[in-house]
Every structure is written in structure tokens, then in C-alpha cells.
């Protein structure tokens, strides 16, 4: 099972990064990189043109041995998600659906690599919250799962449009597991290699969940938990006197089918709350989401013509319950 997290999320070390990097056979992000490539010249280049994109560099430095053992990339089937940002953006710009977001989206962002860069690595550092990035980069990323059929982690909907959002979704089954919540990528990477076995019992079990059919999930999870719980003490024992402090939690974890366009329907319901857009009801957000090719989707059948813009996609919401 393979699963997106949001470069927000691997920045912050945030619950749905750090239990994706666990549960994942693999993690994919979405690396903002100059259209170029990412040869030593052309990151040079967008040093030079973009400060504050070796900061966000930098901020990924923890990862690394992830990155080098292939949990983390940058691309699935040598694809990445930039174009489905781009996408996103264009589909706020042309639909009429989302004119009331358009007050908040900056073009220029999306047309000038330098600001692009710039602004993408600003945004993510400082965690949010410029609707003019975290929209399109959220969407995007929606979109390039469904594309690929890969997974989307999330958080506990906590502001209005995650609220919005989960009322959208359908949840399709849920377990509680515990896990590193706190940890470095070299323990990550421990912690994976010592559950293997029930580890990749469970991301199987995830991967064929879906409406109606969760048998075997709840096995799975349990089988997990026990091993885990088996092997905490070598998992917690000390490695590096320079280690972050090693945080183990129970997490709750959720699996969602969110129907397309949930993250720019609920960011336009959450425009229309704050009185920044034409007045709309959230019934009716849900309605334009619905279409008669989602609803088929959410019965496990694609439409007869699939399209990527219409197609749900499945969320991990993770939500961590007790730290020790």
C-alpha cells in the first residue's frame, strides 16, 4: 500500500507522516523542484532565485535515510504531483463551481517558477495557512492519488474545511494500533524492519478494504498491536544520545472514500462561512459533489469513462490518542 502525505505534514513530523512512514510500503510527497530538473546546476539555480527553498531543503534534512532507503519518493510510476497541482489551480481558475475561491488564489504563483518556489517553500514552512497554496497543493495531491490509485494520509479535520470535508467522506473502516509518533528516520526505518512480517499483513488488509469488504482488517491490526507491544522495548531502546526522544502513541486510524473535489468543496464552504464568498449551504456543496459517477465509485464500480476529476479517492485519517 502506498500512501500520499502533504509536504506540510513531512516538514512538521506530523501524526499522518510519521504513522504513513510506518504503515506505507512506501510514501510518496510532493517535492517542489525547478521545471528544469533537479540536477546539482538547476537546484543551484533555484537557491539563487528562491531563498527560501534550501530552508525547506533543510527542513527534510531528518529524512534522509528514508529517502535513501526508498520509503520516501518524490514520484510514483516516474510521475510526480506538480501537474495535478497546476491542474488543480486551472480548475479553480475556469469552473464556475469554484469562482469563489478565485479571490484568493494568486496567478503569478503558478506562472513563474521563482515565485512558485518560493512561495511553495515559504508556505510549507511556516505550516500554512495561505489559501493560495494549501488549496491547489491539497487538491493536487487528491487528484494525483486518485490518478494512481494510491492512498491520501490525513489529519483530524480541525478547521472548518476539514470539518466540512469529513462529512463529505464515507468512512469505510477504522483501528487503533500503536506506533512512533516521535522518532527519528533511522528508527522509523528499525520499527519497519522488526514488524515486517505483521506490517505488511496489515498494508494488505488496508489496501483491500473498501465499502462492505473490511474482512480481515481488524485481524490484521491486532496482529500488529501484539508485535508491537512484544518488541517495544527493543523498538524504544537508546540508539543515538543526540536521538529525538522516542514518543510511542496510540493511534486511531480511519479509512475514508472522499468523493472528487472534497478538498475544493470544502474550502469553498469554509469561504462561504467566513462571509468571503456567495452564501452557500453546505447540503448543497455535498450535492455537487455527488454526481452519479462518485456515487457509482462509492458502490466499487469506476464510471464507463473515468475521469480523474470525478474519481474519490481514499484517506488514512489518523488521529493520535495517548502518548507515553
Known sequence: MRIVVSPYHLTTREAPALAALQ??????????????????????????????????????????????????????????????????????AGDERYAGLRPLMKPHVFQDEREYLQAVASDVLKGGPDPA???????????????????????????????????????????????????SAERILMAREELEGSLESLREAMAEASPGRCAGLDKAARGYAAEFQSKQAELL?????????????????????????????????????????????????????????????????LPAVWDVDESPVMSVVVRVIGKS
Open 23 to 92: 504503515l506505507a510500503e512506501q510514501v510518496v510527497t510532493m517535492m517542489p523542484t525547478p521545471r528544469g530538473g533537479t540536477s546539482r546546476r538547476h537546484v543551484e539555480a533555484a537557491v539563487g532565485a528562491a531563498p527560501r527553498y534550501l530552508d525547506f531543503m533543510e527542513s527534510w534534512r531528518w529524512s534522509a535515510p528514508l529517502w535513501e532507503a526508498g520509503v520516501i519518493a518524490p514520484t510514483h510510476q516516474g510521475l510526480d504531483a506538480a501537474d495535478d497541482v497546476r491542474s488543480a489551480f486551472e480548475r479553480i
Open 133 to 183: 497554496i494549501t488549496v491547489p497543493v491539497a487538491a493536487g495531491l487528491d487528484r494525483f492519488a486518485a490518478r494512481h490509485r494510491l492512498a491520501v494520509a490525513r489529519a483530524t479535520p480541525t478547521s472548518i474545511s476539514q470539518k466540512v470535508e469529513a462529512k463529505l467522506g464515507e468512512r469505510v473502516a477504522a483501528f487503533a494500533v500503536p506506533m512512533l509518533c516521535q522518532a
Open 237 to 301: 531502546e537508546a540508539m543515538d544520545p543526540d536521538e529525538p526522544r522516542v514518543v510511542v502513541a496510540t493511534v486511531a486510524v480511519s479509512l475514508v472514500l472522499l468523493p472528487a473535489g472534497a478538498v475544493l468543496e470544502s474550502s469553498l464552504a469554509a469561504v462561504d462561512a467566513l462571509a468571503m464568498g456567495a452564501r452557500r449551504r453546505v447540503s448543497r456543496a455535498t450535492r455537487a459533489v455527488e454526481t452519479p459517477a462518485v456515487r457509482e465509485a462509492r458502490k466499487g464500480a
